[in-house]
T-cell receptor, first 112, second 115 residues
């Protein structure tokens, strides 16, 4: 059974600092997604990672994928308050016995 | 481009009552998903449609939940009868079949409170 674990689940950090959110998954995956969710809002797609070593960057966020370690990271550079949100990773193995599984999310609070 | 539309946005019912949610996906998206998101957790896939056929409903509590997508476009999710533990946000998402990325676009969700 595919399992997705994120850590940390909660993160409070100062503006200007760097930090990394980790996403581990238990079985072979073809696609890994990162989503952002603001309070009371729906999910917004940030990145899709399709292959080992894939790296995507958008502004202060950078996501990477290591399929051998079954690990993806979301790195935040010089955090700003607007990045406060909950970040989810999700894994899609395309196996008929599996499904798209979301992690529990990392609630990020950036202090001004 | 219009996004995924869901209604209603909010619904409050008493336990044992019935409720239905509606979703209109992005035009041209063959795949439609219904998720349940309980407060503080990640979305859990309830059912996935490809056109009007069910791809995966393994996590749908079929004794009380049902979903349909008769014409391969709009979809409805029904709960009958509702339980207290069904209180959650119900998210609908759609994606374009055939793209390797398979990005899902989410609607705003329906927040259900069961009293």
């Amino acid at each position: 059974e595919l399992k997705v674990e994120q850590n940390p689940l909660f993160l409070s950090m100062q503006e200007g600092k760097n930090y990394t959110i980790y996403c581990n998954y238990s079985t072979t995956s073809d696609r890994l997604y990162w989503y952002r969710q603001d309070p009371g809002k729906s999910l917004e797609s940030l990145f899709v990672l399709l292959s080992n070593g894939a790296v995507k960057q958008e502004g202060r966020l950078m996501a990477s994928l290591d399929t051998k370690a079954r690990l993806s990271t979301l790195h935040i550079t010089a955090a700003v308050h607007d990045l406060s949100a909950t970040y989810f990773c999700a894994v899609d193995s395309r196996n008929r016995d599996d499904k798209i599984i979301f992690g529990k999310g990392t609630r990020l609070h950036i202090l001004p | 481009e219009a996004g995924v539309a869901q209604s209603p946005r909010y619904k409050i019912i008493e336990k044992r009552q019935s409720v239905a949610f509606w979703c209109n996906p992005i035009s041209g998206h063959a795949t439609l998903y219904w998720y349940q998101q309980i407060l503080g957790q990640g979305p859990k896939l309830l059912i996935q449609f490809q056109n009007n056929g069910v791809v995966d409903d393994s996590q749908l509590p079929k004794d009380r939940f049902s979903a349909e997508r008769l014409k391969g476009v709009d979809s409805t999710l029904k709960i009958q009868p509702a339980k207290l533990e069904d209180s959650a946000v119900y998210l609908c998402a759609s994606s374009f079949l055939g793209l390797a990325k398979n990005i899902q676009y989410f609607g705003a969700g329906t927040r259900l409170s069961v009293l």
